[in-house]
């Protein structure tokens, strides 16, 4: 079963706007982490946070979390168009330390 | 080596062989796995090792065996492949089970 859960599925922004992925789980956890895929290629990852974290900064990467209603989200500032790619959320399970990935959501960026 | 890679790129292959996927890293990383990616259903662990000489299974294991003979290597085996193995599957590393996960290129296996 699928711990993370993003919305949107996709996502079509202009360059230069922001764009926002929500992940939702389920189970208490001790880290949520969301990776990046470029077509045909492996996972990248972006960005760590932690249970006791309530948001993190990276680049024009923003994250946020919030234990209480299992939530994240993750938002790319000033898009580009080599932002597209499909982003994933990623959560221990039960805290157990195995990663549970979402489905993605896929990100289009138009010049 | 630089990183985690894996072997082969690409492989078509007729149902009812024996097939192995290599995977090997470089980072020392005691943790390793493998996922399988289909549209539509994300990421799904098949199995794990937290550190060399141990295994476990994930989400979808049946169908595939594998080992951790050494810290680097993590080879996945389909024993007699079906259709339904038809699948792009990347190994990953971590430094410990609960860290980053380091991805390889990924393997487009076919299944006929």
Known sequence: ?111 | IAGITQAPTSQILAAGRRMTLRCTQDMRHNAMYWYRQDLGLGLRLIHYSNTAGTTGKGEVPDGYSVSRANTDDFPLTLASAVPSQTSVYFCASSLTRADTQYFGPGTRLTVL
Not at chain 1, 7 to 32: F, H, R, V, W
Not at chain 1, 37 to 47: A, C, K
Not at chain 1, 81 to 99: H, I, V
């Open chain 1, 1 to 111: 079963s699928q711990q993370g859960e993003e919305d949107p599925q996709a996502l079509s922004i202009q360059e230069g706007e922001n764009a926002t992925m929500n992940c939702s789980y389920k189970t208490s956890i001790n880290n949520l982490q969301w990776y990046r895929q470029n077509s045909g290629r492996g996972l990248v990852h972006l960005i760590l946070i932690r249970s006791n974290e309530r948001e993190k900064h990276s680049g024009r990467l923003r994250v946020t979390l919030d234990t209480s209603k299992k939530s994240s989200s993750l938002l790319i500032t000033a898009s580009r168009a080599a932002d597209t790619a499909s982003y994933f959320c990623a959560t221990d399970e039960n805290q157990g330390g195995k990663l549970i990935f979402g489905q993605g959501t896929e990100l289009s960026v138009k010049p």
